[in-house]
């Protein structure tokens, strides 16, 4: 062996790594040379997501956040003589002694009560069309054909239907049943307007589920029929758990919905009456504002109205999931 060979590897092993690394970086051999490549794919890689979603974020911020905020503070500022002046939660205190406004929150108490049927009667129908029974492609159709009209048409067709001298009342006095006042009675009033609304938006819900049972595992009903299950269990042990996402989802918008949505309904079927009993929040907010000439006060209730839906979606929401943990 030669020396100068032996001291050639004797010199480069006497050398310290980062003289190593530093010539294999200037060589560009090594992970040095690419780093600060990967540090920056890294870095616009965790930016994406954010850049995707700012545009939609900017969107909520601007029409919707900030004139949220704009109305809550507009609601603790006067009407009428005091316009402008801040007055606190006197508009909140007015609401309260309001029986009108005490109605409307009332009737939210049964909007909350009927839910349930609101969101069984589409995943029921739903259900049926999934399983296929005959046909299923022209019920599909039918169910989601109110969905397209207006709520002022919707209207107008059941003043006809549920008139008090109506085909409806026709057919009920022909079996002998009597005529009801479907319109005119404070206690039936309300629940004719809902089942009304139900009718007209359960097309969309229809269609959610629909959706939802599509990422349904078909094997799982197979199975559920192979070991006998009748309807209602293979309802109750596999369609529910397995559309429980779906199921959220609907509870919360079909309940935003009967809030925010039956205001065409309403002002075209019984105009907040008969003696206010079919008043809602969204309607009083809007006799406050356009008869009463009271922006501030509907302010105060566009509030309680927002804080009511927060409430009452993170309520459903918790309830469901937890529904769905133990199942």
């Known amino acids: 062996m030669s020396p100068i060979g032996s001291s050639g590897r004797v010199a480069q092993a006497g050398r310290p790594d980062g003289a190593l690394a530093g010539e294999a970086a200037v060589d560009g051999r090594g992970p040095a040379s690419k780093s600060p490549r990967v540090r920056n794919g890294r870095r616009a890689?965790?930016?994406?997501?954010?850049?995707?979603?700012?545009?939609a974020v900017l969107i909520i911020v601007v029409l919707r956040l900030w004139p949220l905020g704009l109305g809550v503070n507009f609601s603790f500022t006067g009407d009428g003589e005091r316009n402008g002046a801040t007055v606190g939660f006197d508009n909140y205190a007015e609401l309260i002694d309001d029986p009108l406004f005490r109605t409307a929150l009332r009737n939210v108490g049964w909007l909350v009560l009927l839910l349930p049927v609101a969101v069984a009667i589409p995943g029921l129908l739903a259900t049926f069309i999934y399983l296929r029974v005959p046909g299923h492609q022209i019920f599909r159709s039918v169910y989601f054909f109110p969905a397209v009209l207006s709520p002022v048409i919707i209207g107008a067709i059941f003043n006809l239907l549920l008139a008090f001298d109506g085909p409806l009342n026709a057919v009920?006095?022909?079996?002998?049943?009597?005529?009801?006042?479907?319109?005119g009675d404070p206690d039936v009033a309300m629940f004719t307007v809902v089942g009304v609304h139900i009718w007209a938006t359960?097309?969309?819900?229809?269609?959610?589920?629909l959706a939802g049972f599509s990422t349904l595992d078909p094997a799982l009903l197979d199975a559920a029929r192979v070991d006998g299950a009748s309807l209602a269990r293979m309802i109750w042990h596999v369609i529910i758990p397995g559309l429980s996402r779906?199921?959220?989802?609907?509870?919360?918008?079909?309940?935003?919905?009967?809030?925010?949505?039956?205001?065409?309904?309403?002002?075209?079927?019984t105009s907040g009456g008969p003696e206010g009993s079919t008043y809602l929040p969204e309607y009083y907010i809007w006799v406050q504002q356009g008869q009463m000439s009271s922006p501030a006060l509907a302010s105060a209730a566009s509030t309680v109205l927002f804080l009511v839906m927060l409430v009452v979606g993170l309520l459903q929401v918790g309830l469901l999931r937890r529904a769905g943990r133990e199942d």
């Open 45 to 55: 890689e965790r930016l994406a997501p954010y850049v995707l979603v700012a545009p």
């Open 172 to 183: 009920l006095g022909g079996s002998g049943l009597g005529p009801v006042d479907w319109l």
């Open 202 to 209: 359960s097309g969309m819900a229809l269609v959610v589920f």
């Open 246 to 269: 779906t199921i959220q989802f609907v509870v919360v918008t079909t309940m935003i919905g009967m809030l925010t949505s039956m205001f065409g309904l309403l002002y075209v079927m």
